[in-house]
């Protein structure tokens, strides 16, 4: 069974420095994606970035960019120029067929 | 704003008692996913509709149940209601099949049970 694992409960953050969030995935198959969701305290999910496996170069979205090691099962999230509002439970997930699996997430806080 | 739409955004009822979610996918998407998020059990899914039909099925407990209707809009039906099913309940939808995996979240339900 694939299972996704964010082993960082909590990070922090300076404003305008960079953070990187740790997952990682374990999975028997060669063609999947995978997901960076952030959910606010609004708790709404929102998509932040989108890796597909047959890729070898890492996505970027503006300050979001990952860095994806597929033999190592590897799947991190870089912020750069942190901003307050960045602030939020950040989940990893990665998906095969037909459900997105969640990591437990990592919380975020954003200090000025 | 994702476009998916999900009611009521809150709810609190006692135990016993059976509820009804209610999801619109964003418009042009037919599927529509389920998930339940809770402290003990983290974000779970519980299942999927491809325009009208089931098409996968996750930790979805036998007391709650799921349609998707003509007008693809989905609701989730939640019974004999325990302490433990309060949780937030996310609707997410997809354009197709969701092969390539992107969902849009709603805003969520909270359920509380009493």
């Known amino acids: 069974a694939q299972t996704v694992t964010q082993s960082q409960p909590e990070m922090s953050v300076q404003e305008a420095e960079t953070v990187t969030l740790s997952c990682t995935y374990d999975t028997s198959e060669s063609d999947y994606y995978l997901f960076w969701y952030k959910q606010p305290p609004s708790r709404q999910m929102i998509l932040v970035i989108r890796q597909e496996a047959y890729k070898q170069q890492n996505a970027t979205e503006n300050r979001f960019s990952v860095n994806f090691q597929k033999a190592a099962k590897s799947f991190s999230l870089k912020i750069s120029d942190s901003q307050l509002g960045d602030a939020a439970m950040y989940f990893c997930?990665?998906?095969?067929?037909?459900?997105?699996?969640f990591g437990t997430g990592t919380r975020l806080q954003v200090f000025p | 704003d994702s476009g998916v739409t999900q009611t009521p955004k809150h709810l609190i009822t006692a135990t016993g008692q059976r509820v009804t979610l209610r999801c619109s996918p964003r418009?042009?998407?037919?599927?529509v996913y389920w998930y339940q998020q809770s402290l003990d059990q983290g974000l779970q899914f519980l299942i999927q509709y491809y325009n009208g039909e089931e098409r996968a099925k996750g930790n979805i407990l036998e007391r709650f149940s799921a349609q998707q209707f003509p007008d693809l809009h989905s609701e989730l039906n939640l019974s004999s209601l325990e302490l433990g099913d309060s949780a937030l309940y996310f609707c997410?939808?997809?354009?197709?099949?969701?092969?390539?995996?992107?969902?849009?979240f709603g805003p969520g339900t909270r359920l509380t049970v009493t």
């Open positions: 418009s042009g998407d037919l599927s």
């Open positions: 997930a990665y998906y095969n067929t037909d459900k997105l699996i």
């Open positions: 997410a939808s997809s354009v197709g099949t969701g092969v390539e995996g992107e969902q849009y």
